[in-house]
């Protein structure tokens, strides 16, 4: 029996901003996302359970992300802030149907 | 950064109709003269006078939510707070990226925060000396079922309290959001 052993590795980025995530913050954010598309990067893991405010410059961060990772064959999944407030805001802008979010990194990278 | 605040008791408190002040010999505490809940001082003001960078934005913030844990009776606070939080962010981003559309140092955000007591509320006044005039209603909403880079400041705004008002004149633009509390 012959059998032929390949390796598959999938890489994955984990992005876990911590605080705020917003106008000020945001430029700076956007700057690593291109830094790593820029590396041929196209999955990403977005965990967003430390981030205790996000402002609409924040979401367009995220989006951008998102559109970028797809065009070029990849993803983004979140993971949803722990702060309550912050899970009703995305569930408004329905982020929740943009992207997969899942309750923790596992399930995140289960996901994909 | 100029930050002024105003409480009852220490300010001068010009735009307060006869009909608002308490009694003469009344508590202001007591509400009796207006009917106001006493925890709510009746006539509570704050006042900021922010650069007009997204810079300081998080002291707006954090402003907004002290001011609101001094307000008995709320139900769900901490959401309530993040909410109008974020709409008044909003509206400075607005006021930043599209009134003024370029930071100079004399550019200002004048932020008026005053809990009214009847009806029970929180009146936001944002005030930009950028000149200029635009129309709510040409703003499209977002299309909320594919992820937008923009679009989202004014719909969360106008999500997130009971009354958006916008006036512009004498090269003032005026933003008036009211919640219900």
């Known amino acids: 029996m012959e059998l032929t052993i390949t390796e598959h590795i999938v890489r994955i980025n ?3 901003p911590q605080g705020r ?8 954010l956007r700057k690593q996302f291109e830094v790593l598309l820029g590396k041929n990067e196209i999955k990403f893991i977005l965990d967003l359970s430390a981030v205790t405010f996000l402002d609409s410059a924040g979401m367009a961060a995220l989006v951008s992300l998102l559109k970028a990772a797809r065009e070029a064959g990849g993803d983004v999944k979140l993971v949803w802030p722990k702060e309550e407030a912050a899970q009703r805001i995305l569930r408004l802008t329905r982020f929740d149907r943009v992207f997969d979010i899942a309750d923790n990194q596992k399930a995140a ?3 994909f | 950064m100029m930050v002024s605040s105003k409480v009852p ?17 009344a508590s202001s505490r007591s509400g009796s003269s207006t009917g106001c809940p006493a925890e709510m ?3 509570d003001t704050i006042r900021l006078d922010l650069p ?10 954090a402003c907004l939510t002290e001011m609101l844990s001094r307000v008995e009776g709320l139900s769900d606070p901490e959401v309530l707070a993040y909410n109008l939080q974020l709409a008044v962010h909003e509206t400075c981003t607005n006021i930043i990226n599209h009134a003024y559309g370029e930071t100079r140092p004399e550019n200002r955000i004048e932020i008026t925060l005053k809990l009214e007591p009847i009806p029970r509320s929180l009146i936001m ?3 930009d000396t950028a000149g200029g005039a635009f129309d709510l209603s040409k703003i499209a909403e977002p299309n909320l079922e594919e992820g937008q880079i923009h679009g989202y400041g004014l719909f969360l705004i106008r999500s997130l309290v009971d009354e958006v008002n916008y006036e512009s004149h004498s090269g003032k633009n005026i933003w008036r959001l009211v919640k219900k509390l």
């Open chain 2, 125 to 127: 006044e944002l005030q």
């Open chain 1, 14 to 16: 984990i992005i876990a």
């Open chain 2, 9 to 25: 008791g220490d300010v001068e408190q010009p735009d307060r109709s006869p009909a608002e002040r308490p009694a003469e010999g």
């Open chain 1, 109 to 111: 990278l289960s996901s």
């Open chain 2, 52 to 61: 007009a960078t997204y810079k300081y934005l998080n002291i707006l913030g």
């Open chain 2, 41 to 43: 001082n009746c006539y």
């Open chain 1, 21 to 28: 995530i917003d106008a000020f913050c945001a430029p700076e």
